[in-house]
């Protein structure tokens, strides 16, 4: 039962991208929506739970939030632009690549020769899997260009600032319970306010506004349970777990959003895919 739990991210945040996908709106709208959807779900985790959140806390889990909604607008706009099959490998495996280097020069986490050249050969194979799955042999403007990986690498610092700041000793033995709902506040006043300054009110009067709010259910529920399976199982299980939704999302992307793959370029997706779950699953020996 709790693999099977630790299994349910993986599907909640596979299917988030296709779900804003359908479901349409500006990357603002879906940012929104998802950031609604999410802290409502932390809002009844939070009242059912209970959990002790001091101030500190709630500043550092509400600026992670900010940091996550920063991420999640440049992966929206990437999925726009090169299509969910091409953005979310590229994406998952910029913040794979990320994180771990955060946590292995910042946080110390790989200790010795050994775990350094795991930790690099892991980092070797996210990345050529990362490339393979933006692989074409098409017109021009099926290519993922320079700009657009730029993009997405500045954008996925977001990401990387997300997943760092609650290791930090501050958060280190906060449980994630607490860091829930100041997050997904983080999340939903970062987006609110950016979209004030840059579309004014016009965004809040659009349908797309609240209809993608069922992304953030999605999203929200697929945190919920990855805080389960992370008690059950331990926090490395899980997240190798969860890395799954980059199957589901590209797969999901070719199949359901019916992006055109031919099959020079399905053989470098599923072949990307692979080097990314096993360069992540690899990772985690390295710590």
Not at 146 to 158: P, Q, R
Not at 185 to 213: D, M, S
Request: some cysteine; aromatic content about 10%.
């Amino acid at each position: 039962m709790s693999f099977l739990i630790a299994l349910i991210p993986a599907i909640f945040w596979g299917i988030n991208p296709i779900i804003v996908t359908k479901t349409g709106g500006s990357a603002t709208n879906q940012v929104f929506g998802l950031g609604l959807g999410a802290l409502s779900v932390a809002i009844i985790t939070t009242i059912i739970v209970k959990p002790t959140i001091s101030p500190i806390v709630f500043i550092v889990a509400f600026l992670t939030g900010v940091c996550w909604q920063t991420g999640q607008l440049g992966q929206f706009v990437s999925m726009k632009n090169i299509g969910v099959s091409k953005a979310i490998p590229i994406s998952t495996g910029l913040q794979l690549v990320g994180n771990t280097l955060i946590g292995a020069f910042v946080f110390n986490e790989w200790h010795g020769s050994r775990s350094i050249m795991i930790g690099l050969v892991a980092l070797v194979l996210v990345v050529i899997g990362s490339s393979l799955t933006s692989a074409t042999d098409r017109g021009e403007e099926r290519r993922v260009t320079f700009k657009d990986l730029m993009f997405l690498v500045v954008t996925t610092v977001g990401y990387v600032l997300y997943s760092a700041l609650p290791k930090a000793p501050l958060l280190a033995h906060t449980s994630s319970e607490a860091i829930f709902f100041p997050e997904t506040l983080g999340i939903f006043v970062g987006i609110a306010i950016y979209q004030l300054i840059r579309e004014g009110t016009t965004p809040f009067k659009q349908k797309a506004q609240y209809t993608n709010i069922t992304a953030g259910i999605s999203w929200g529920l697929g945190t919920l349970t990855y805080i389960m399976g992370a008690q059950q199982l331990g926090v490395t299980t899980a997240f190798i777990l969860a890395q799954l939704n980059v199957l589901v999302a590209t797969l999901g992307g070719v199949l359901i959003l019916h992006e055109k793959k031919d099959t020079f370029e399905m053989w470098c997706t599923l072949i990307g895919l692979t080097l990314i779950i096993v360069g992540a699953i690899a990772t985690t020996f390295a710590g």
